[in-house]
């Protein structure tokens, strides 16, 4: 079984700051890992993904995140956030062997002028 | 090109009754997937198709539930006797292959909203 978690269910943060958003998984197979974005009455989009290779992942709207086997973790992040980035975020995993995307909880990012 | 489309946007039923919730995926795109979305919750696994038939429906909750993609592409998600806790959003994705060794992006439809009263 393969489960999420994500730590802070809201981040208020001022524009122009950085973000870290936190998301850990746990799994006993080697997994893939994404970041969705959903918008205010819309449809969850794809900011990123980890297959493999290089840990560091770049994704849309200048976001990244890294993956760290050790820690179990994949933490997104942005160096300056703008209001637009407003919106739920959430990580989710998936495996070769259950194709099946298992989400966390999902983090309210919070973005003041 | 046109994305992920679920119908009807929103649904309004009284508890007891059926109700069938449509997704087209995206043209050509094998894999479709229905995931539920629970207020304040991140979205949980339905059921898997691939082609024509269910590769994993281990997430439908009960026998009340159930879904059908007889030709590979349009899907419907169909629920019996409803009742108030199946109220959510149900989401609808697709990607372009559900075979291989990696794994493909899930495009995601808008939803439908279904309210049990």
């Known amino acids: 079984a393969q489960s999420v978690t994500q730590l802070d269910s809201q981040v208020p943060v001022f524009e122009e700051a950085p973000v870290e958003l936190r998301c850990n998984y746990s799994s006993s197979v080697s997994v893939y890992l994404f970041w969705y974005v959903q918008y205010p009455n819309q449809g969850l989009q794809l900011l990123l993904k980890?297959?493999?290779?290089?840990?560091l992942v770049k994704g849309i709207n200048g976001f990244e995140a890294e993956f760290n086997k050790s820690q179990t973790s994949f933490h997104l992040r942005k160096p300056s956030v703008h209001i637009s980035d407003t919106a739920e975020y959430f990580c989710a995993v998936s495996n070769t062997g259950r194709r099946a995307l298992t989400f966390g909880s999902g983090t309210r990012l919070q973005v003041q002028p | 090109g046109a994305g992920v489309s679920q119908t009807p946007s929103n649904k309004v039923t009284e508890k007891g009754k059926y109700v069938e919730l449509r997704c087209d995926p995206i043209s050509g795109h094998t894999a479709l997937y229905w995931y539920r979305q629970s207020l304040g919750q991140g979205p949980e696994f339905l059921i898997y198709?691939?082609?024509?038939?269910?590769?994993?429906d281990s997430g439908l909750p009960n026998d009340r539930f159930f879904a059908v993609r007889p030709e590979g592409s349009v899907s419907t998600l169909k629920i019996q006797r409803t009742e108030r806790g199946d109220s959510a959003v149900y989401l609808c994705?697709?990607?372009?292959?559900?075979?291989?060794?990696?794994?493909?992006?899930?495009?995601f439809g808008p939803g439908t909203r279904l309210t049990v009263l």
């Open positions: 994705a697709s990607s372009s292959t559900g075979t291989g060794g990696k794994t493909d992006t899930q495009y």
């Open positions: 198709f691939q082609g024509t038939g269910a590769a994993d």
């Open positions: 980890y297959l493999s290779g290089s840990t």
